[in-house]
């Protein structure tokens, strides 16, 4: 059978497949990426590999320690808190909130914006230099802040916090996407297209995005982070998810009264948000070092 | 110079106006009544609340309602708390100081240590200590306040004991508010116990400050190292070395101004993400700070609270960003030809 690739064939890697042979070069995001892909994994499964359901209480076991504590039981792996329910459930379960609603805020935050601001970045003259401007302000304003307002609006509920969250990241993907839509504009292959005769929805699906879709996925990585720390901060003022469900940032404001009793219930969760965010930490700062490469390799 | 500072104060002017719609249609937003929410007055109390409706315009239309709303925030007439019943803007002094002491003291710390490190890390690039410090930053960076706050309270109050879990000082000192900044009250009252008061609103204080400070301190130390590494390979420190100058003169003469160029761009945004942080350690911390009381207002639904909170907040952070800003735009002039240009 003959091969393929007879003759030598240069091929220029696609912008997102040269990032990702950039990215494979840094041992950190790769470890990042796959820590990430786990706690995916993880949120997935949880229904299935907790060893309890989060709400489950059992009261021969209030504040019980860790295994590895001479007090400890095995079969609360890593303790119990004050109502005896298990602590490593409630984190894999929790996950859903934490990680999981994030998640799909900053998907529908992302179609939003990119939308808008793709719309923005092809209009001319005062009104995307306005919106620009307006946005530049906005931005300065904590998200938290934001949402902590819309919160005092809608009332503190789940669905509540998921559209306080979604509003406040749309304003950050518009920015971005606006500019880098801006500064792809004036470019000679833009041009080209143009007189070519392409229409306006070919340029900015076919021509423009392909060439942007970096900056939107490093968007992507920080509204993300943004948006897990928000929940949880929400959740740890109790002004996000009620009580009796498994957020991380509501267990968090839990232990804190817990923290002379039963020190461990706050580490679980803390340790579960930290890992989360820096390996999505990681990933945004190699995939920004690999953008800088990318241009400076052009 | 002059043709940026009046546009980006004519900007400042145009949000705080947007600002204050902002805030004016919140009123109708909440639930409730749009003036209760507004002046805290609540129509049990009938003859102040028929006064307040003809003294905020509520017999006439949308537009002689906004404009006499903007009179009354402008004279400082922010209406009373729904739960205390004080005025706000009477109670919001205090808070203020107190928040302003937190921020201003966690930032100097900030720029005090991250400077001096991010130069560091620069000149040992790729040694040892350089990535030390530029993981526990990547670290530092995402470790959510909260926690970080109680790994501090269970590390150094609970486990150490070297200072206490929370408040500003033992009420014991009897210190009277005036400023609001603890360290200012007791510096201009005349309790006989003032450096025993000192030490113990000290005591007080650095935990709080340090959890603050470490956010700002680990982006600064990383945007330092990067813009150090970054001007090192211009021409002009190739120019003075050939020159034979010293390494000394070159860092502090040709290096660091230029380096310190990003740092004061990045200021606005640290402060931003300060005050996000403020809000929230706080509460932890239950300083009688206007985070903390703008938290407390949302529980409790106290419209005239959480109006004055977002104000005070939102509008100094809009402030400092467009002081920072001008000043940036003042001190770096290839900025300012930047802008203009496009």
Not at chain 2, 238 to 266: E, W, Y
């Amino acid at each position: 059978m003959p091969s393929k690739s007879i003759y030598y064939q240069y091929r220029e890697p696609s912008p997102l497949r040269l990032l990702w042979l950039h990215m494979n070069a840094n041992p950190f995001a790769v470890v990042a990426f796959y820590i990430f892909s786990f706690l995916i994994l993880l949120m997935v499964l949880s229904p299935v590999i907790a060893p309890y359901s989060p709400d489950a209480q059992f009261s021969g076991a209030i504040s019980q320690p860790p295994a590895w504590h001479e007090l400890g039981q095995i079969q609360y792996l890593f303790g119990t808190d004050d109502l005896g329910r298990d602590l490593l459930s409630r984190v894999l379960a929790g996950s859903v909130y934490s990680l999981g609603y994030p998640l799909l805020a900053t998907t529908v935050a992302a179609l939003i914006g990119i939308s808008i601001g793709a719309w923005a970045g092809m209009s001319h003259g005062v009104q995307s230099s306005t919106l620009n401007h307006l946005l530049d302000v906005v931005l300065s304003i904590p998200s938290l802040l934001l949402a902590l307002v819309i919160i005092a609006i809608l009332g503190p509920a789940l669905h509540n916090i998921m559209i306080a969250i979604t509003l406040v990241l749309i304003p950050q993907f518009i920015h971005s996407v606006h500019n880098a839509f801006y500064e792809e504009r004036t470019k000679d292959y833009v041009a080209a297209s143009r007189l070519n005769g392409c229409s306006r929805w070919y340029i900015l699906t076919r021509v423009i995005f392909p060439n942007i879709t970096t900056v939107v996925v490093m968007q992507v990585t920080f509204a993300l982070s943004t948006a897990i720390l928000d929940i949880a901060a929400l959740g740890f003022l109790g002004l996000g998810v009620q009580a009796p469900a498994p957020e991380w940032g509501t267990m968090l404001a839990r232990s804190l009264d817990q923290v002379y009793l039963a020190p461990w219930t706050m580490i679980l969760p803390g340790v579960a948000l930290f890992l989360t965010v820096l390996s999505i930490n990681v990933l945004g700062d190699s995939l920004r070092a690999a953008i800088q490469e990318r241009v400076r390799g052009t | 110079m002059i043709r940026y500072s009046l546009r980006r104060l004519i900007l400042l002017v145009i949000t705080l106006w947007l600002l204050s719609l902002l805030l004016f249609s919140l009123n109708y937003w909440y639930p409730g009544d749009p003036l209760t929410n507004m002046s805290g007055i609540t129509a049990n109390n009938t003859i102040a609340y028929q006064q307040a409706e003809l003294a905020r315009g509520f017999d006439h239309g949308l537009l002689s309602q906004y404009v006499h709303f903007l009179e009354h925030l402008i004279h400082g007439d922010w209406g009373i708390s729904l739960v205390t019943e004080q005025p706000v803007f009477d109670e919001i002094k205090p808070l203020m100081g107190a928040t302003l002491e937190l921020g201003l003291l966690a930032m100097a710390l900030a720029l005090f240590l991250g400077i001096p490190l991010g130069v560091y890390a620069a000149i040992q690039q790729r040694g040892l200590l350089d990535r030390v410090i530029m993981g526990l930053s990547l670290s530092a960076y995402s470790i959510p306040v909260f926690w970080l706050a109680q790994l501090f309270i269970l590390l150094f109050a609970l486990k150490l004991n070297w200072s206490p879990i929370s408040g500003q000082i033992n009420p014991l000192y009897a210190i009277n508010v005036q400023t609001g900044s603890v360290l200012v009250d007791i510096l201009i009252s005349d309790s006989p116990y003032k450096t025993a008061a000192f030490y113990n609103a000290l005591h007080h204080l650095w935990v709080p400050v340090v959890v603050l400070a470490i956010m700002p301190l680990t982006m600064l130390i990383r945007i330092m190292r990067n813009s150090v590494l970054d001007v090192l390979q211009q021409n002009y420190i190739k120019a003075a070395r050939a020159r034979g100058l010293t390494d000394r003169h070159i860092m502090f003469r040709h290096t660091l101004p230029n380096a310190l160029q990003p740092i004061v761009r990045q200021l606005g945004l640290q402060f931003s993400v300060l005050m996000t942080n403020i809000i929230i350690t706080e509460v932890i911390f239950n300083w009688p700070g206007v985070g903390s009381w703008l938290v407390k207002s949302i529980y409790e639904r106290d419209f005239p609270v959480i109006q004055a909170g977002l104000l005070v907040l939102a509008s100094l952070i809009l402030m400092v960003n467009v002081f920072v800003d001008v000043v940036h735009a003042w001190r770096y002039p290839q900025i300012r030809k930047e802008i203009d240009a496009e």
